[in-house]
């Protein structure tokens, strides 16, 4: 259904086509696209089945109705396994459920129940948010792409996340990018990649030294220079499994000194050469027993 007045919506400041908060993605089988932003976005399966691969979770499949985060600057591989609609929306650096329960509320409430290991949830939506995804997908297929209204329906999942789902299951659904202070959290996704090492990274964050290190820990649980190295582990094993990189571009481009070299940190980080690891790739998928949720799990 298109709207009416379509010259009125483009030609106001409001209106934007280019950096949507809300995007519609068709694909058909055996399609595929690689996803990575610099927000953290919620990823929706309207229809059909699709494979999905990120970080540490190789090939895990979802259904239609599934939901489940991608984390800011995650790269993720979504492959179509039939004809299938997603919805991609964006979340700001900041959410809020309602005006008295913020995302850093869920990290109080359980913070010592973080997740240690490498899974992430996968919520069914209820019929109010399948409501929600079939307007939103009629709206925006129809070229309704109004940053006010697509702001208004941001805010509505947010609301009905918080009133359909208990706070266990928002809580392990974000608990990928919950931590003590989401501010701090946000610049260090912001700024790392840009870092060569963790002097230059307290540097680019306006921190001494000795004052970034005990922030780090105080919000990550681990130095700087172990997390650095989790998160270069979590994109190369990535690389591995779900890209057709050989390894000597996977060498090049994270800046190991030399095949051998690449080879040890392999070993350390996974206790395998990366041709095995590569050829034991196979599909992981751990469901915990819940009615609403299962967990995807390496």
């Known amino acids: 259904m298109t709207p009416l007045y379509v010259e009125e919506h483009l ?3 409001l209106y934007d086509s280019a950096n949507e ?11 595929s696209f690689v996803f990575c932003k610099d927000n953290t976005h919620i990823f929706f399966v309207v229809n059909g089945r699709v494979k999905f691969a990120a970080g540490y979770l190789t090939n895990s499949v979802l259904e239609a ?6 984390p800011r600057k995650q790269e993720s591989v979504i492959a179509a396994e039939e004809k299938s609609n997603m919805i991609m929306l964006k979340l700001h650096h900041k959410v809020n459920f309602c005006d008295h329960f913020p995302l850093e509320m869920l990290y109080e409430l359980n913070k010592e129940r973080i997740q240690t290991t490498n899974s992430s949830l996968v919520l069914s939506a209820n019929k109010i948010v399948n409501d929600w ?3 939103v997908v009629q709206t925006t297929v129809g070229g309704l792409k109004c940053t006010f209204y697509q702001e208004l329906k941001q805010k509505e999942i947010c609301f009905f996340l918080r009133a359909y789902y208990s706070k266990e299951e928002l809580f392990a659904f974000f608990s990928p990018i919950l931590n003590s202070d989401m501010r701090f959290s946000n610049l260090i996704y ?3 990649m840009e870092a060569n090492s963790v002097e230059e990274l307290a540097e680019l964050t306006n921190y001494s030294l000795s004052g970034f290190k005990k922030k780090f820990v105080s919000v990550f649980g681990c130095s700087p220079a172990l ?6 582990a979590k994109k190369i094993y990535h690389e591995i499994n ?6 000597k571009e996977i060498v090049f481009e994270y800046d190991f000194s030399s095949q051998a070299h690449f080879d040890r940190f392999c070993k350390k980080m996974y206790n395998m050469s990366p041709g095995v690891l590569r050829r034991n790739t196979r ?3 751990l469901f915990n027993g819940t009615k609403t949720g299962r967990f995807l799990q390496c």
């Open 242 to 247: 779900s890209t057709q990189k050989s390894f």
């Open 21 to 31: 908060i809300i995007n519609h993605i068709e694909k058909d089988r055996g399609e």
């Open 65 to 70: 109705g599934d939901f489940i985060l991608i």
């Open 190 to 192: 912001e700024k790392y």
């Open 283 to 285: 599909d992981r998928v």
């Open 11 to 13: 030609n106001c400041y």
């Open 133 to 135: 995804l079939n307007i």
């Open 227 to 232: 997390w650095i190295a989790r998160e270069k």
